[in-house]
């Protein structure tokens, strides 16, 4: 555990989290502000439904992006930060050193995507809760974007996609340190790992509907095994148009095991690394 | 100058980022061709819209700002600042070599989707005026990049960090590309967002909305900038 808390001493020390916090903390507060009124709009007439179904987008909308962004910036330089500082050798010479540090690093990052997740989601809901209240909360999910029919409540499912989230950002964070220990630069791991996000989204928003035939089924392939398709929570629809929610435990398991299998290439690329 | 110039050349990455955007070009023009054919060559001269302004964006955001922050980061910078012609000058050099290497980019991107749209395109008729309403919609983009890339390198100079510029600078820039122009009106935040940092000009279109005001905005954003990292290099004696 110390050496994990000395992991996340090193991370307030990096200059570009505080700025990432910073612009996050600013566009956050505007989009969830400008949402406001039109939430609070639909809540005076009484249309709650309408509401929770409003509030069921909001990762889709902003907080997937939010959540690879912190991710982005946040854990890149992790990973390359010993051979930056050129003490990488060092951390070699002692006993058990890159395993620990391995085993340090890994702890410290998924302490820092359960946090992330964890704190948009408390503040955008809380915001949006803070506004309508819980009316219609326990209610049953009437419409629903990704399934036909989910046997949850609004509040229960709006929980349980932040859940999802917290899925696909594990996922995203181990191809974040993948490419850091390969790169061992923070600023093209920045830029390979935010330039693919940016990418699947421009194909989510903007090329998907202009591919065709076996195109089209390659690139979706590919975008719903993707972090990104998980982030957005696409891909818990498993290549359906609408979802069901009875085969929502394959795109779970799917996402667990390329989990595991990431933290397990990066543990051989990490200790190759230590023996070179 | 001319070294400066030829550091930027010499950088596999600069290739790298132009090469891959106009392999998305070919993509996208194969995929049009084939599926939107009426509309190719509109969509051929709306290629600084989207991929052009993509590819330029990452090329100034990757490869181009990386020389303000490189001697830091290699910690050789305390050397070279101790050398007659390792301070300003240096650094002005490094804007003008990096504005050049902006623009050739630019015209590379420019010659490759002209190429590529003759080569995927020959059998559909090109509209008349085709040409020059896209090297139109080129120098507009140029303008663009270069006042992008100066106010983008000089944020660099100041942070000594290419992580924390290609945050400040890079955000605005990409969530530019997610509002919608016609849902954004003047005294919104995203209005501002949406035309307060060269995007719009990176997109090879001009600013409809309130021209003479963004014009004036530019200026002053890169006077100010360069103001900053003038006081800033006096703070740390670099001047």
């Not at chain 1, 951390?91 to 410290?108: E, N």
């Not at chain 1, 990418?199 to 972090?227: D, M, N, P, W």
Request: with cysteine; proline share 3%.
């Amino acid at each position: 555990m110390r050496l994990v808390l000395s992991e996340a001493r090193k991370q307030r020390s990096f200059r570009e989290t505080w700025v990432g916090y910073l612009l996050t903390i600013l566009l956050l507060f505007v989009l969830i502000y400008t949402g406001l009124g039109e939430l609070k709009y639909v809540a005076e007439f009484g249309y709650f439904e309408q509401c929770w179904f409003t509030i069921q987008q909001d990762i889709r909308s902003y907080v997937g992006t939010f959540t690879a962004f912190l991710l982005v910036i946040g854990l890149s330089r992790l990973m390359c930060y010993e051979t930056e500082q050129k003490t990488a050798g060092l951390v070699s010479t002692a006993a058990h050193g890159p395993a620990l540090t391995w085993r340090a690093k890994i702890g410290f990052s998924l302490i820092y995507c359960i946090a992330v997740v964890t704190v948009l989601g408390v503040v955008t809901l809380g915001s949006h809760v803070a506004i309508i209240g819980f009316q219609g909360a326990f209610a049953p999910v009437s419409e629903c974007l990704h399934f036909e029919s989910v046997p949850l409540s609004n509040l229960a499912y709006c929980i349980v996609q932040y859940g999802f989230l917290l899925l696909g950002a594990l996922y995203f964070t181990g191809f974040i340190l993948i490419v850091a220990t390969l790169t061992k630069r923070t600023s093209l791991t920045i830029f390979l790992c935010g330039g693919i996000y940016l990418a699947s989204l421009c194909y989510q928003f903007v090329i998907e509907h202009r591919l065709r035939g076996l195109t089209s089924q390659i690139c979706k392939a590919i975008f719903q095994f993707s972090f990104c398709g998980f982030m957005q929570l696409e891909s818990y629809r498993w290549f359906e148009w609408v979802g069901q929610w009875e085969n929502v435990w394959k795109p779970i398991v799917f996402v667990l095991l390329a989990t595991v299998l990431e933290f397990a290439v990066l543990w051989l690329l990490w200790r190759r690394r230590a023996k070179t | 100058m001319k070294t400066e110039c030829y550091q930027y050349f010499k950088n596999p990455l600069y290739w790298v980022v132009i090469g891959l955007g106009l392999a998305v070009r070919t993509v996208l023009a194969y995929l049009d061709g084939r599926y939107r054919g009426p509309q190719f060559w509109e969509l051929a001269a709306d290629f600084w819209n989207k991929t052009g302004s993509v590819t330029m964006g990452f090329l100034i955001l990757l490869v181009m700002i990386r020389r303000f922050s490189f001697d830091t980061e290699l910690r050789t910078f305390p050397i070279i600042n101790s050398t007659s012609y390792g301070r300003f000058s240096l650094f002005w050099n490094r804007l003008i070599g990096g504005g050049a290497a902006v623009i050739a980019a630019g015209l590379f991107l420019y010659a490759g989707n002209i190429g590529i749209s003759f080569l995927l395109g020959n059998k559909i008729d090109m509209p008349y005026g085709w040409t020059n309403s896209f090297s139109c919609a080129t120098v507009i983009a140029l303008v663009g990049s270069v006042g992008y890339f100066l106010m983008s390198a000089m944020i660099c100079d100041l942070a000594k960090n290419h992580p924390i510029a290609m945050c400040l600078c890079g955000l605005p820039f990409a969530s530019s590309y997610f509002i919608n122009a016609g849902a954004v009106s003047p005294p919104d935040i995203f209005w501002f967002l949406r035309y307060g940092l060269f995007t719009e000009l990176v997109r090879g279109k001009t600013i409809k909305s309130f021209p003479a005001f963004w014009f004036v905005w530019y200026i002053a954003l890169i006077e100010l900038t360069l103001f900053f990292v003038i006081r800033k290099r006096k703070e740390r004696k670099e001047l």
